[in-house]
């Protein structure tokens, strides 16, 4: 085959690559066909990286066999055995895995000493950058959520130390692309911006961190698709940009659920600063679990607000079962699903979804909200921050005009809570104290077998 056809089948199976991205993509819009999107996302990246060993100019294959080979193992390993509740962990492991892919790419090319050009070194250097600071930053992420570090970590003039390092790692990237610098100013380069990923990172709290997660996918993809321009690699250009523009529009989403600027997540230190907020007044009540069955069982219409509690107890099974059991008796039972329940987007779709809870009685806050005031129960199941109304009513509160879900409307409130502790990002929830709510204290999967025995003996 000559070279001429080989840059051919090249560039076709690139465009191939391609429309299988965005085609995936597409898919994964929707719960329905998410798991067919991924799939075909994922044969996508197969021909893309098959192609690769066409190209007449590649060398050190069995390097590049062993790097896929080890990769895949570990990415097939880690895959089956990770739990959901680790989920947001992997997430943020993988985006940082890719940021810093795109940054060795970079490296390498900077190191190298070729002068391609100034664009060459211009988008060298922007994907170093970028890539750089999302592996540093999305591994900091990941130690937050595994548990590894504190939520937040600051000191004093932290934001003014952030916007030195910022200038100066410019500056850096400004004099390498002029000057074609030499190695020791291109190490200090990406030591610095790798600095500025984890100091970035540090001071924010763990309520944003799903908000963080999205925007360091959205800056790998970024750094891949300027590091695809520098190897001239249409797929990486394309992915790349796909990535990066889907992971800023969702990025912007959830800062929107949230209702606070990318600024404000990056540098209020929002997430375990309880600020001022008024003191909440009056006591929790607790309830038990035949006298809650008893309520849902006679009830019309339920409402089940699942969080991250719900994960860590790994009770979606049998809030399932509960449901099945309802809805048997004539009980219309729905889930309502905040944006930023979880630790990551879609978080609580997919922990339903794997119970096997059909995706027509899944409902996001928009379409859900007006329903509570008809609800004669919201169950709450390990949300907190999500359903909690000083949102609405506190303008001293850090979580003050954020959109949540109404649960405090709906005619009788059950939250099953292990204990009186805070949310995740250290608020106290209003929720909790108000006359018409309850507390069932307990495991939430205990509590949920307690509430289908409780059923059952109706």
Request: aromatic share 8%; net charge negative.
């Amino acid at each position: 085959m000559s070279i001429v056809n080989v840059e051919n089948v090249i560039e076709a199976s690139y465009f191939l690559a391609a429309v299988l991205f965005i085609f995936g993509l597409k898919r994964m819009s929707s719960p329905v066909t998410a798991r067919g999107g991924i799939v075909w996302a994922g044969a996508g990246m197969v021909v893309a990286t098959l192609v690769t060993f066409l190209n007449p100019n590649m060398g050190n294959y069995p390097l590049m066999m062993a790097a896929i080979g080890i990769g895949g193992i570990l990415a097939w390993v880690s895959g089956k055995r990770v739990a959901m509740t680790d989920m947001p962990q992997m997430i943020a492991l993988y985006n940082g895995m890719g940021g810093g892919a795109a940054a060795a790419i970079s490296a390498v090319e900077l190191f190298s000493g070729t002068d391609h050009g100034l664009t060459f070194s211009v988008l060298a250097v922007l994907g170093g950058l970028i890539g750089s600071v999302s592996f540093s930053g999305s591994l900091i992420a990941f130690a937050k959520l595994q548990g590894l570090m504190k939520k937040t970590f600051r000191f004093p003039g932290q934001q003014f130390f952030n916007i030195i390092l910022l200038v100066a790692t410019l500056g850096l990237a400004g004099y390498i692309v002029t000057q074609h610098s030499d190695i020791n100013i291109i190490v200090i380069f990406f030591a610095l911006a790798l600095l500025l990923g984890v100091t970035m990172t540090l001071p924010i709290g763990g309520a944003d961190m799903p908000v963080v997660i999205s925007l360091y996918n959205a800056l790998t993809g970024l750094a891949v698709a300027f590091e695809g321009f520098v190897l001239e690699n249409a797929a990486m250009i394309i992915a790349g940009t796909v990535v990066g523009a889907a992971g800023s529009l969702l990025t912007q989403l959830m800062a929107k659920a949230m209702n606070r600027s990318l600024a404000n997540v990056l540098f209020s230190g929002f997430g375990d600063t309880v600020g001022e907020a008024s003191a909440v007044e009056g006591s929790m009540k607790p309830i038990e679990a035949t006298d809650v069955g008893v309520m849902m069982a006679f009830a019309d219409k339920v409402l089940i607000v699942p969080g991250y509690g719900m994960a860590v107890a790994q009770a979606q099974h049998k809030v399932w079962e509960l449901t099945q059991l309802l809805r048997k008796r004539g009980v219309d039972v729905k889930f309502a699903i905040h944006p930023v329940a979880g630790r990551m987007p879609g978080h609580m779709n997919v922990l339903l979804a794997e119970a096997g809870v059909p995706y027509d009685i899944i409902y996001d806050q928009d379409e859900i909200n007006s329903e509570f005031a008809t609800a004669d129960v919201a169950l709450i199941i390990g949300a907190n921050d999500v359903v909690n109304p000083v949102a609405r009513t506190d303008p001293a509160s850090p979580i003050y005009g954020m959109p949540i879900l109404n649960a405090d409307y709906a005619k009788n409130v059950i939250v099953i809570k292990r204990g009186q502790g805070a949310g995740f990002s250290g608020i106290e929830n209003a929720l909790f104290f108000l006359d018409h709510t309850r507390m069932l204290y307990g495991d939430g999967q205990e509590m949920a077998s307690e509430l289908i025995q409780a059923v059952k003996t109706l």
